[in-house]
């Protein structure tokens, strides 16, 4: 059962041991985790001529030969530990991305969005395509109510300079987000952005809900969900991150980003979805011509008859067109 207060629990430890030992049964909310991705990452500087001066040390790599069994076992945990209706996402490459496909197939975890996550940084190549881009594999325990906040971010009525729906544009699943670059600054050899680990936990979860990181590696997931007031627990079997990131973890205030994020509001308008009736038809075109004939251009008119009939942008222009057609 989920504790009834906030906590902050942390194990220096592989994360299937570790839960089999300190998670219960239908105890998380939401699982957001990067395991590692079985490419050498413990050697990628050599590869790279990356300066890892200030990258911390002891990275734990896994054998790709050992890959699909040691992501069938993390999986098999996190669906035993997420309540029914709760969340996973799966940070993951593309080299050995069928492992973790074929573990959660063998799951009872359903499948709700694959993204796209593409950043501002990829490796120069002459024989083949950049990489630039990470998958989210975004799956939820079926038999529980599952949390999705649409408008954590954005209203339904939040438009940008050309009049798009900004909200429309946050829940596409491809998402453009760049890398952190922390130039003297200890840090892990990869950690995910602030803004993918906001993003989702504003979208997947609730405040007071419970969060977890099976490879907590710089406590990124950990200290973000502090941050938007959840509760947080994760592993990390390498010792000097684990010491290193708990420790400033504990300096972090509960909900302490509240005042710094995008936050929507359900702004539907109050007759979203009702059906047309002949009087209100011919009132909208009406109204319309009225409009266009006074100077209005069309998307201005249809964010006013929006407002004037309750009613969203794309009920009114589907309308519209079809009156239009019809006369």
């Known amino acids: 059962m989920k504790k009834a207060a906030m906590y902050y629990e942390f194990y220096n430890q592989d994360c299937i041991q570790g839960a089999k030992e300190h998670l219960e049964d239908n105890s998380i909310d939401l699982i957001i985790t990067d395991p590692p991705f079985a490419i050498e990452g413990d050697k990628l500087h050599k590869h790279y001529n990356r300066k890892e001066s200030f990258v911390i040390e002891g990275y734990v790599e896994i054998l790709k030969d050992e890959y699909a069994e040691f992501s069938q076992l993390w999986i098999t945990e996190a669906e035993r530990v997420l309540r029914p209706g709760g969340a996973l996402a799966v940070v993951s490459g593309y080299s050995n991305l069928i492992d973790i496909l074929n573990a959660l197939r063998g799951t009872t975890l359903k499948e709700i969005n694959h993204i796209i996550w593409k950043y501002n940084f990829g490796v120069s190549t002459k024989t083949k395509f950049v990489s630039s881009h990470y998958h989210i594999l975004y ?189």
């Open 139 to 327: 799956y939820c325990k079926p038999g529980g109510e599952k949390t999705f906040n649409n408008f954590a971010r954005f209203g339904s009525r939040e438009r940008n300079g050309e009049n798009r729906s900004l909200l429309y544009q946050d829940l596409e699943d491809v998402w453009i987000i760049n890398r952190e670059y922390k130039p003297g600054e200890i840090k892990n050899k990869n950690e995910l952005p602030s803004a993918l680990l906001i993003k989702l936990v504003q979208y997947l979860s609730r405040p007071g809900d419970v969060v977890c990181d099976f490879f907590l590696g710089g406590f990124s997931t950990a200290k973000i969900a502090k941050s938007l007031g959840r509760s947080a627990v994760g592993f990390e079997i390498n010792k000097i991150s684990f010491d290193h990131h708990h420790e400033e973890i504990e300096k972090i205030k509960v909900n302490e980003l509240a005042g710094d994020v995008r936050v929507g509001k359900d702004d539907t308008p109050p007759r979203s979805g009702a059906v047309w009736n002949q009087d209100e038809s011919d009132q909208l075109l009406s109204r319309y011509l009225q409009m266009r004939q006074s100077g209005i251009n069309k998307q201005k008119a249809i964010n006013l008859l929006s407002d004037e009939f309750q009613r969203g942008h794309w009920s009114i222009n589907h309308k519209l067109g079809t009156l239009e057609m019809a006369n």
